[in-house]
């Protein structure tokens, strides 16, 4: 019978496994201050004398180089804070679609800046993030007709091209064959 070594008793509560997803970051992940954060990215000023609003991340934009990373790294805070409080993984995944779709076409130098000013990405993050906590079935009904709308147009992208493509070879074959 082989011989086993002292061992350590436990004394106390048994230990507790957290789910990654639990309840992290305290207060500052609460609707009051995601929202906050999401108006002041997205519409804290607005231009005098027209419904025009922009936030700090359509500012920061103009700054080259670094400031769409420092807006899109501002963005993900949202996004970490709806995982955190157990947004489903496909609203999760139409979160990133928009910041995705926010961060590629705002590096456009200018008008990725009004891109930027006019998507608002923060704000429909925040939106996903209440929503899927009042109405999850809902939220995530449309999160999944968002991804097939964006599925559709992503495949229009790749087949009007190769379309217009082949009519002009095949329009270029006939001038050839004419001639």
Known sequence: MPMRGPQTVYVGPPPQVLSPRMRRGGKAFDDENL?????LLDDWFRIPGTAI???????????????DVIGGIASCIIIVAAWARGVSYVTLARMLANWGIEVLLGAVPVLGNLFDIGWKANRRNYALLTGSLADPQGTRRRSWLFFAGLCLVLAAMLVLPMLLLGWLSVELLHGIARV
């Not at 609003?53 to 400031?67: E, K, N, S």
Request: zero cysteines.
């Open 35 to 39: 929202d906050l954060l999401s108006h």
């Open 53 to 67: 609003r922009f936030g700090l991340d359509g500012i920061v934009g103009f700054i080259p180089g670094v400031g």
